[in-house]
């Protein structure tokens, strides 16, 4: 059974960092395409970033917020994809989800909150 667990969330100040973690099982780590994405209240679901299974492209969604402030990574040996979140501001403010895609399949994990507020 496929399990994707996020950590890392929590409530901060703005200009705070956090990390964000999230740990596969059930399936083969490094063959995922990994992803974060991220729902803020009363939005769809978005995407925050993508790092395919060789670390080689990096995508981060459109708009300057993002580029520059969030940094996605993978470690395969510990089947675990990170998301550095620096300079917070409180339109980050979401849940944050981690995502798996084999390019048929895709998992979710259930979502760890950030919240960022003064």
């Known amino acids: 059974q496929v399990q994707l667990v996020e950590s890392g969330g929590g409530l901060v100040r703005p200009g705070d960092s956090l990390r964000l973690s999230c740990v596969a099982s059930?399936?083969?780590?490094?063959?995922?395409?990994m992803s974060w994405f991220r729902q803020a209240p009363g939005k769809d679901r978005e995407l925050v970033a993508t790092?395919?299974?060789?670390?080689?492209?990096?995508?981060?969604q459109d708009g300057d917020s993002e580029r520059g402030r969030f940094t996605i990574s993978r470690d395969n040996a510990k089947n675990t994809v990170y998301l550095q979140m620096d300079s917070l501001k409180p339109e980050d403010t979401a849940v944050y989800y981690c995502?798996?895609?084999?390019?048929?399949?895709?998992?979710w994990g259930q979502g760890t909150s950030v919240t960022v507020s003064s």
């Open positions: 995502n798996a895609n084999s390019g048929k399949l895709d998992y």
């Open positions: 059930g399936l083969t780590f490094s063959r995922h395409r």
């Open positions: 790092l395919d299974t060789f670390e080689l492209f990096r995508t981060y």
